[in-house]
C-alpha cells in the first residue's frame, strides 16, 4: 500500500530563513503528489500540485517543490520564511490508478517562524 | 461562491448518541469524500461519493454511514457515538475524474468531541 512519509512533525524557522519541509513517497509507479496547508481553525487548501512535465512546481505563497523520482521525495521550500507561513502542512499522494482521486496523507509538519 | 461548507462547527456527544454532519457545496463537484483528522495521523478517508446516489468505504469507515441524495450534499452519520470518534471532521469535494487528479477542495471542518 502506499504511505507517505514527512519527515520531522515539528519545524522551527526564523523570520527569513529557508524553509524545507520534507516528503517521502513509497511507491514503484510515481504518484501524483500535493503539498496543502492548513491554517489554525480552517480547512486544507491547495499549495501545489506535481501531475507530469515539469518536475519543479511552484505554487502559491512562494513556495515550491520539486519531485525527484530516485529518492521517491517531493520536498517543499520557500526560500524566505515569513510569520504568515506558520500552518500545518500536509504532504498528499493520489496513486495514478486511483481512479476517484483517492488522496493518502501524511502526518502533517507543523511550521512556526519565529522574528 | 461558498465552496464548501459544514454544519456544524462544534458538538459535544455522549456515548450511544446518533448525529449527522452535514456538508455541502456550491461547486457543482461531482466528487465528495469525509475526512477524519486526529493528531500525529494526517487525514484518513472515511467515505466517499463519485456522484448523486452513490456513496463507497474508504479507509476508515466503520461506526460512519453516509448518504448523497442530491448532488450538492453530503451526510456523515453516527449511529451510536464512542469516545474513539472523538476528531476533527472534513469535508471536500473534486469535479471528477479528468485524466489527472482534480484539486480537492476543503470545508471548515467539524470538531466532534464524544463524552
Known amino acids: 500500500a502506499q504511505s507517505v512519509t514527512q519527515l520531522g512533525s515539528h519545524v522551527s524557522v526564523s523570520e527569513g530563513a529557508l524553509v524545507l519541509l520534507r516528503c517521502n513517497y513509497s511507491?514503484?509507479?510515481?504518484?501524483?503528489l500535493f503539498w496543502y496547508v492548513q491554517y489554525p481553525n480552517q480547512g486544507l487548501q491547495l499549495l501545489l500540485k506535481?501531475?507530469?512535465?515539469?518536475?519543479l512546481v511552484k505554487g502559491i505563497n512562494g513556495f515550491e517543490a520539486e519531485f525527484k523520482k530516485s529518492e521517491t521525495s517531493f520536498h517543499l521550500t520557500k526560500p524566505s520564511a515569513h510569520m504568515s507561513d506558520a500552518a500545518e502542512y500536509f504532504c498528499?499522494?493520489?496513486?495514478?490508478?486511483?481512479?476517484?482521486?483517492?488522496?493518502?496523507f501524511g502526518a502533517g509538519t507543523r511550521l512556526a517562524v519565529h522574528p | 461562491n461558498a465552496g464548501v461548507t459544514q454544519t456544524p462547527k462544534f458538538r459535544v456527544l455522549k456515548t450511544g448518541q446518533s448525529m449527522t454532519l452535514l456538508c455541502a457545496q456550491d461547486?457543482?463537484?461531482?466528487?465528495m469524500y469525509w475526512y477524519r483528522q486526529d493528531p500525529g495521523m494526517g487525514l484518513r478517508l472515511i467515505h466517499y461519493?463519485?456522484?448523486?446516489?452513490?456513496?463507497a468505504k474508504g479507509e476508515v469507515p466503520d461506526g460512519y454511514n453516509v448518504s448523497r441524495l442530491k448532488k450538492q450534499n453530503f451526510l456523515l452519520g453516527l449511529e451510536s457515538a464512542a469516545p474513539s470518534q472523538t476528531s476533527v471532521y472534513f469535508c471536500?469535494?473534486?469535479?471528477?475524474?479528468?485524466?489527472?487528479?482534480?484539486?480537492?477542495?476543503f470545508g471548515p471542518g467539524t470538531r466532534l468531541t464524544v463524552l
Open positions: 471536500a469535494s473534486s469535479r471528477g475524474a479528468s485524466g489527472t487528479p482534480d484539486t480537492q477542495y
Open positions: 511507491s514503484s509507479v510515481p504518484p501524483y
Open positions: 506535481y501531475t507530469t512535465g515539469a518536475t
Open positions: 498528499a499522494v493520489n496513486p495514478v490508478s486511483g481512479g476517484y482521486n483517492k488522496l493518502i
Open positions: 461547486m457543482n463537484h461531482e466528487y
Open positions: 461519493s463519485v456522484g448523486e446516489g452513490t456513496t
